[in-house]
């Protein structure tokens, strides 16, 4: 199915450091999820959003349905050890019930 | 027992084999899915299920086969699998509202074909 691109492919950072990635999609979304996968376990989800420019945080974890309802952005504030993982978001639209859209994952490593 | 379970957590077997994976969600969701994960590729949606009845096959190989018997339990029955059906499978449940519906996922099957 068609996916969704997601930005960067991974990233390597210091421990404290902020963390930015970022999905689009040249289609029209109602729903962006966020997930974190750790290694050998299935995906956990972080964060929903409904609502085209809803911004929404989950301890130090925010993200962002963005207005053209073609992008999210999920940012990590202050990251730690155990931030390591691969993060996916997902997006679903009104249009293919039960068919959500996933991103290839961003893969972040944090090095104390 | 909470959430999405997924058993086995571990599965080899010969291509000649037939093994079942199974899948029981605890969280009162209608619908269920199954996702194929391979390495350095994005989830693939393989079957979805609403209230029972299939409405999804994804163009999956006839090797797979789906069953529903209830929407708290999905099963994946496997036979004659090639190699390259190695992957991690995972399945999800959601509330099935028509709308925007958020999947919660198990934590996979990690099957290896030899």
């Known amino acids: 199915g068609q996916q969704l691109n997601q930005s960067p492919q991974s990233m390597f950072i210091q421990e404290g450091e902020d963390v930015s990635m970022n999905c689009t999609s040249s289609s029209i979304f109602n729903t962006w999820l966020w997930y974190k996968q750790d290694p050998g376990e299935g995906p956990v989800l972080l964060i929903a959003l409904y609502k085209a420019g809803e911004l929404t945080s989950n301890g130090r974890l925010t993200a962002q349905f963005g207005i053209t309802r073609k992008d999210s952005f999920l940012n990590i504030s202050a990251s730690i050890p155990s931030d390591v993982g691969i993060y996916f978001c997902?997006?679903?639209?009104?249009?293919?019930?039960?068919?959500?859209?996933f991103g290839a994952g961003t893969q972040v490593v944090v090095t104390p | 027992e909470t959430g999405v379970t997924q058993t086995p957590r571990h599965l080899v077997m010969g291509m000649t084999n037939k093994k079942s994976l199974k899948c029981e969600q605890h969280?009162?969701?209608?619908?269920m899915y199954w996702y194929k994960q391979s390495a350095k590729k994005p989830l693939e949606l393989m079957f979805v299920?609403?209230?029972?009845?299939?409405?999804e096959n994804n163009s999956v190989p006839s090797r797979f086969s789906p069953e529903c018997p209830n929407s708290s339990h999905l099963f994946l029955h496997l036979h004659t699998l090639q190699p390259e059906d190695s992957a991690l499978y995972l399945c999800a449940s959601s509330q099935a509202t028509g709308g925007a519906d958020t999947q919660y996922f198990g934590p996979g099957t990690r099957l290896t074909v030899l």
């Open positions: 997902a997006g679903h639209r009104i249009d293919s019930w039960g068919k959500l859209q």
């Open positions: 299920y609403n209230f029972k009845e299939q409405t």
């Open positions: 969280l009162g969701h209608n619908a």
